[in-house]
């Protein structure tokens, strides 16, 4: 079984639409990521979280909230999907008490399509 | 504000014929430096991380090796099977975040 899941891993929305992303991991990593990736210009930071209760904002946050439910679970919600938003997502965690704590894995993905 | 740029964009190489992918960083106090290999439709494969200048790292026919400015991924006599896009990233002093490169697209033609 997969490490890092995400669900779904494809969607089509129309725009206004609220929509959410959700990963899960089984690593035990209390670090997780969620980053978009678009042609051109290569993978983005959206949020991240190093906790439960430690939620931070990344590069490119505007039009995006995040839910850490638990520490394994680890969801992206786009309150009102625009068009621009159609992007490939993944989700990430890294494991900070590893001398290489930097690195991160990251799931297979959820193309998203917003009409 | 960190930056990591890799070139070339895409490489196109025979079967066997052996090359290198660049990646140059400018980060304030190097924490570390990633490659991973991504295939079409997949999220990226975390292949190695460097951490001071002078470290090489090896996997089959892939080396990566690390100065103060930049990264090079080496291929030696690649294989069809090695065609992925590679990824570069970079972390900083201070953070704990990763900056990518945009990739290189490697074609390896039988």
């Known amino acids: 079984d997969a490490d890092v899941t995400q669900t779904p891993r494809n969607r089509i929305t129309k725009t206004g639409k609220r929509i959410m992303l959700e990963c899960s991991q089984t690593k035990g990593h209390d670090r997780m990521y969620w980053y978009r990736q678009d042609p051109g210009l290569g993978l983005r930071l959206i949020y991240y979280s190093f906790d439960v209760k430690d939620i931070n904002k990344g590069e490119i946050s505007d039009g995006y909230s995040v839910s850490r439910q638990a520490q394994a679970k680890f969801s992206l919600s786009l309150e009102s999907a625009i068009p621009n938003q159609t992007a490939l997502y993944f989700c990430a965690t890294s494991d900070p008490l590893r001398v290489t704590y930097n690195e991160q894995f990251f799931g297979p993905g959820t193309r998203l399509t917003v009409l | 504000e960190d930056q990591v740029t890799q070139s070339p964009e895409a490489l196109r190489l025979q079967e066997g014929e052996s090359s290198s992918l660049n990646c140059s960083y400018t980060?304030?106090?190097?924490?570390?430096l990633f490659w991973y290999r991504q295939d079409p439709g997949k999220g990226p494969e975390f292949l190695f991380t460097l951490y001071s200048a002078g470290e090489e790292k090896e996997k089959e026919r892939l080396k990566a090796t690390l100065t103060k400015k930049e990264s090079f991924l080496h291929i030696t006599a690649p294989k069809p099977e090695d065609s992925a896009t590679y990824l570069c990233?970079?972390?900083?002093?201070?953070?704990?975040?990763?900056?990518f490169g945009k990739g290189t697209k490697l074609s390896v033609i039988p």
């Open positions: 980060v304030s106090g190097l924490r570390g």
């Open positions: 990233a970079a972390s900083g002093a201070g953070s704990y975040q990763l900056t």
